[in-house]
C-alpha cells in the first residue's frame, strides 16, 4: 500500500518567482523546487525504515492512500478500463503505488515526479512487486516531459493539477496523449466566484477554518484554471465528489458516518448537477478526441 504519512501546513500560500534550478539536468521552477524539497524530506524521512513486505501492492484493492480518496479514484481507474497491454502515463507517483498497482494489472507505465527521493521509492517497489521491466520512474515536471506525440493511451493523476504551470502542462498532456485516449485527473477544487476564494484566504477565516496543504505554493483548483484546461481540451468533462463529506475537516467522523455522507453527497451531486462547483474535490476527464470530432 502507498506510504501516507501526511503533515499538515499552515495554509500560508506563498507566491514565488517562475525562475529555475537545475536538479539532475532537469530545470525546475522555484515553485517546483519547493514542492521537490517537501516531498523529498517526507520521503526520506520515513524510507530507510521501509521494508520489502511495506511496499507490497495488490494487483486487484488499488492504493487508496486513505478514505477520502475510494470513491473518486475508484471513478477514475475505471474511466482507464482494462489496462492490459496499454502505455499508461502516471503524472506525480508519490511512492509509485498507483503505478505498480496499474502495472500489475498489466500495463506499461511511465511515472514522473519532481521529487528525487519518490523516484527512488517507486523504483524498489516496482522491484519488490515483479514489474521493474514494466514502469520507468522518471524525474521530470510533465511540463518538461519530451516523450514523442501520441506515446500514451491512458493517463492518470491524483491530486496533482494544481501544482502545475497548467497552461503549459496542458498542452503537453494533450501532445503526448494518442487520439482517442483519456487522461484522468482527480482534484481538490474551489470551483467558487473570486470573490468568495479571497474570502477563503482570507486571514480570520483561516483562524478558524486552516487549509489543509502539503506544501506552502499549492491551491485548490479555480475557475480560470478549469478556462485555462478547456483551452487546451475543451471536451473536458467535470465529475464532482464530495460536498458535505468536507465536514470531517472541521468534526471527527467515523467510517460509518463518513460514508453515509459521501452517499448522499454522490446522489444529490448526480441528480443537481449545478451544484458542482461547491464540490471539493473534481475528477477532471480529458479526452484526445480530435477537434473536428468533439465539434461535431
Known amino acids: 500500500m502507498r506510504v501516507t504519512r501526511w503533515r499538515l501546513g499552515t495554509g500560508l500560500c506563498i507566491l514565488l518567482p517562475l525562475e529555475v534550478t537545475a536538479v539532475s539536468g532537469v530545470q525546475l521552477t522555484d515553485r517546483q523546487r519547493v514542492e521537490a524539497d517537501v516531498y523529498n524530506a517526507r520521503i526520506r524521512d520515513s524510507s530507510a525504515a521501509l521494508r520489502d513486505d511495506d511496499l507490497a501492492v495488490d494487483s486487484v484493492i488499488p492504493p487508496f492512500p486513505n478514505r477520502e480518496h475510494v470513491d473518486f479514484l475508484s471513478f477514475a481507474l475505471s474511466r482507464l478500463g482494462d489496462v492490459r497491454g496499454r502505455r499508461l502515463l502516471e503524472v506525480g507517483i508519490?511512492?509509485?503505488?498507483?503505478?505498480?498497482?496499474?502495472?500489475?494489472?498489466?500495463?506499461?507505465?511511465?511515472?514522473?515526479?519532481?521529487?528525487?527521493?519518490?523516484?527512488?521509492?517507486?523504483r524498489r517497489r516496482a522491484t519488490v512487486n515483479g514489474v521493474a521491466e514494466r514502469t520507468d520512474f522518471r524525474v521530470v515536471p510533465v511540463e518538461q516531459l519530451a516523450d514523442p506525440d501520441a506515446t500514451?493511451?491512458?493517463?492518470?493523476g491524483n491530486q496533482v493539477l494544481h501544482h502545475f504551470e497548467l497552461s503549459i502542462a496542458m498542452a503537453n498532456i494533450r501532445r503526448m496523449l494518442r487520439p482517442g485516449g483519456l487522461a484522468l485527473f482527480c482534484e481538490?477544487?474551489?470551483?467558487?466566484?473570486?470573490?468568495?476564494?479571497?474570502?477563503?484566504?482570507?486571514?480570520?477565516?483561516?483562524r478558524v477554518f486552516p487549509k489543509k496543504v502539503d506544501t506552502p505554493t499549492e491551491r485548490s483548483i479555480s475557475p480560470d484554471d478549469v478556462s485555462v484546461i478547456r483551452r487546451v481540451f475543451p471536451e473536458a468533462r467535470l465529475r464532482p465528489f464530495q460536498l458535505?463529506?468536507?465536514?470531517?475537516?472541521?468534526?471527527?467522523?467515523?467510517?460509518?458516518?463518513?460514508?453515509?455522507?459521501?452517499?448522499?453527497?454522490r446522489r444529490i451531486l448526480h441528480t443537481f448537477p449545478g451544484l458542482t462547483p461547491f464540490a471539493r474535490f473534481v475528477v477532471f476527464e480529458l479526452s484526445a478526441t480530435p477537434a473536428s470530432e468533439v465539434d461535431r
Not at 505498480?100 to 507505465?109: D, I, K, N, P, W
Not at 466566484?193 to 486571514?203: F, W
Request: hydrophobic share 50%; net charge negative; glycine share 8%.
Open 152 to 156: 500514451y493511451d491512458g493517463m492518470i
Open 188 to 206: 481538490p477544487v474551489l470551483l467558487m466566484p473570486e470573490s468568495l476564494r479571497r474570502l477563503r484566504d482570507s486571514a480570520p477565516v483561516k
Open 94 to 122: 508519490g511512492s509509485g503505488a498507483l503505478s505498480v498497482h496499474l502495472a500489475l494489472r498489466g500495463a506499461q507505465v511511465t511515472g514522473i515526479d519532481v521529487a528525487e527521493e519518490n523516484v527512488v521509492v517507486a
Open 244 to 265: 458535505f463529506a468536507r465536514l470531517q475537516n472541521f468534526v471527527e467522523l467515523n467510517d460509518a458516518w463518513f460514508g453515509r455522507i459521501e452517499d448522499f453527497d
